[in-house]
């Protein structure tokens, strides 16, 4: 089992940058698959970002691509998102997730991950 705890949110403009933070406890972290989601006011959770549990792989949805990137640190227990250009359509909670089965590919949906944090707020303003 692993616990998260994201942090880094924020209040930003728009064009501005954030970087958010995720660290996981337990000693088999790099035996995770990690994703980022965000869950604005009204909508969905929906995919933003996954990197495979070595890290050499990762994936975005099309709305943050060329945008944000995603890193892990396997020494640190500790998964990055990037956010670079940001927009006000960028708002919302942002969650980290944790996929104990699957290694690799580009997996988006939420029943994929098995463990969440609590979440972190990003707001852009216009």
């Known amino acids: 089992q692993v616990q998260l705890v994201e942090s880094g949110g924020g209040l930003v403009q728009a064009g501005g940058s954030l970087r958010l933070s995720c660290a996981a406890s337990g000693r088999t972290f790099s035996s995770y698959a990690m994703g980022w989601f965000r869950q604005a006011p009204g909508k969905e959770r929906e995919f933003v970002a996954r990197i495979s549990r070595s890290g050499a792989l990762s994936y975005y949805s099309d709305s943050v691509k060329g945008r944000f990137t995603i890193s892990r640190d396997n020494v640190k227990n500790m998964v990055y998102l990037q956010m670079y250009s940001l927009k006000p359509e960028d708002t919302a909670v942002y969650y980290c997730?944790?996929?104990?089965?699957?290694?690799?590919?580009?997996?988006?949906?939420?029943?994929?991950?098995?463990?969440w944090g609590q979440g972190t707020q990003v707001t852009v303003s216009s």
């Open positions: 997730a944790a996929d104990a089965t699957r290694a690799s590919g580009n997996y988006y949906r939420s029943s994929d991950y098995d463990y």
